[in-house]
């Protein structure tokens, strides 16, 4: 009798998961539900990475390579697999973000606004404001110094990698052979601050949406 053929766990999660991913791509689907189906895609795969390929990682931490476990789970084998599959996964996920959702939302008269596209000078008024009054009274980068300073990051939010220059008048320069600082700032969306913002005028041709995100670069 043949010996059975069995499949890793993980890796035909991720297969149903993408069936999740395809959804999206239903045309037959509404708009705003195929949006739903990416944000799903995009949870479930976030606390996939939480749990399950953490675990792999605390096996090859805790365990030597002779160890018996390891030699039945091979966990680098696993992780390398698993990041293959969702490499792959994630660019069918940009392509149809960018290629369908986007313009799909353009022509039911809603844009996302970025910091590359061109604005009116009301519109960066009213995206300043909006920073200094809402965003920028919630946020505090935290350095990362080597063997210093440990930052204690929250499950579930979202956080952006910096790096800090020295500003000297209107350029962002630091002194020949130095190097810049880099830091830690957490988007308080515990705070009752929206990813998102609508920036909709009555002069303006469609209702606009910033992403928080933007503001950050920008400012």
């Known amino acids: 009798?043949?010996?059975?053929?069995?499949?890793?766990?993980?890796?035909?999660?991720?297969?149903f998961n993408?069936?999740?991913l395809q959804e999206a791509?239903?045309?037959?689907?509404?708009?705003?539900?195929?949006?739903?189906?990416?944000a799903i895609y995009s949870n479930n795969l976030e606390e996939f990475y939480r749990v399950r390929v953490s675990y792999y990682r605390g096996l090859l931490r805790d365990l030597p390579p002779t160890d018996e476990k390891i030699k039945a789970v091979d966990p680098a084998g696993v992780i390398q697999q698993i990041n293959s599959l969702v490499s792959e996964h994630q660019e069918e996920f940009s392509r149809m973000f960018f290629d369908v959702?986007?313009?799909a939302l353009k022509d039911e008269g809603i844009v996302l606004v970025s910091k590359s596209d061109i604005l009116s000078l009301e519109?960066?008024?009213f995206i300043y404001k909006t920073y200094m009054h809402?965003?920028?009274?919630?946020?505090q980068p935290?350095?990362?110094?080597?063997?210093?300073?440990?930052?204690?990051?929250?499950?579930?939010?979202?956080?952006?990698?910096?790096?800090?220059?020295?500003k000297i008048g209107t350029e962002k320069r630091f002194k020949k052979g130095s190097r810049p600082l880099y830091g830690l700032v957490k988007l308080p969306t515990d705070h009752g601050v929206s990813r998102f913002i609508g920036t909709a005028q009555t002069q303006w041709?469609?209702?606009?949406?910033s992403a928080r995100r933007s503001y950050y670069d920008a400012h």
């Open 101 to 103: 959702i986007i313009p």
């Open 123 to 125: 519109q960066k008024e």
């Open 1 to 15: 009798m043949a010996p059975y053929s069995f499949h890793n766990r993980d890796i035909s999660w991720l297969y």
């Open 18 to 20: 993408y069936r999740v």
């Open 205 to 209: 041709e469609s209702l606009r949406y």
């Open 25 to 38: 791509g239903d045309e037959s689907i509404p708009l705003f539900e195929r949006i739903k189906f990416l």
């Open 134 to 139: 809402e965003v920028l009274t919630s946020i």
């Open 142 to 166: 935290v350095l990362l110094v080597k063997k210093k300073v440990k930052p204690f990051l929250k499950t579930g939010h979202v956080y952006l990698a910096l790096r800090l220059f020295t």
